[in-house]
């Protein structure tokens, strides 16, 4: 099955923009339509925040994008806020209709 | 809206089975996939399978699970009362989590959206 790779933390200053990576060991993520992300803040349920690679559901701000090189997918968030602290999770097609989970990518905001 | 509401905490013996229910509100139940996914504590997501409360899927079982649950986990579906069903058994400590249901409202691919708010399994002796 595909393994998801993301980094344990990424930091950045309100108002900065980070970018948060997904590399997986099949050709799955490297197609646009087949990555997800999601926001999980703590105590709460997760929340899509990209769908199709770069589609961003109705009322998520227009802050986070996403893209993909190769196999690595990349969520990016612009223009910092408190509020987008939290863990973010990239989710892939894994093949035989199954679908994979990163480690998720805990966002501090300093 | 679309809802996702799920059922309340359990707490489980080793060796038990667990059945979790996530009711949905705000959309026809047999249009959309409904996914499980899992956190256990200090752990990321897992995702564990879906079913098509439709029918129809991977071997038209309308259901499909990760290698990791495979004989392990059921996943089911009431149409009558838009309600889907994730039994799991042979429950070990390590099966302790908060399980989530979540709507996936893309066809070709997985959106998960909405969730439910979680529900906390305990297994413990």
């Known amino acids: 099955q595909s393994a998801l790779t993301q980094p344990a933390s990424v930091s950045g200053s309100p108002g900065q923009s980070i970018t948060i990576s997904c590399t997986g060991t099949?050709?799955?993520?490297?197609?646009?339509?087949?990555v997800s992300w999601y926001q999980h803040p703590p105590g709460k349920a997760p929340k899509l925040m990209v769908y199709?690679?770069?589609k961003r559901p109705s009322g998520v701000s227009n802050r986070f994008s996403g893209s993909r090189s190769g196999n690595t997918a990349s969520l990016t968030i612009s223009g910092l806020q408190a509020e987008d602290e939290g863990v973010y999770y990239c989710?892939?097609?894994?093949?035989?209709?199954?679908?994979?989970f990163g480690g998720g990518t805990k966002l501090t905001v300093l | 809206q679309v809802q996702l509401v799920q059922s309340g905490a359990e707490v489980r013996q080793p060796g038990a089975s667990v059945k979790v229910s996530c009711k949905t509100s705000?959309?026809?139940?047999?249009?959309?996939?409904i996914h499980w996914v899992r956190q256990a504590p200090g752990q990321g997501l897992e995702w564990m399978g879906w079913i098509n409360p439709n029918g129809g899927g991977p071997s038209s079982g309308g259901t499909n699970y990760a290698q990791k649950f495979q004989g392990r986990v059921t996943m089911t579906g009431d149409t009558s009362i838009s309600t889907a069903y994730m039994e799991l058994n042979r429950l070990t400590s390590d099966d302790t989590a908060v399980y989530y249901c979540?709507?996936?409202?893309?066809?070709?691919?997985?959106?998960?959206?909405?969730w439910g708010q979680g529900t906390l399994v305990t297994v413990t002796s």
């Open positions: 979540a709507r996936d409202f893309c066809t070709t691919t997985s959106c998960l959206s909405p």
């Open positions: 989710c892939s097609y894994a093949g035989y209709s199954t679908w994979v």
């Open positions: 199709e690679g770069s």
């Open positions: 705000g959309y026809s139940f047999t249009a959309s996939y």
């Open positions: 099949s050709s799955y993520v490297g197609s646009s339509n087949l």
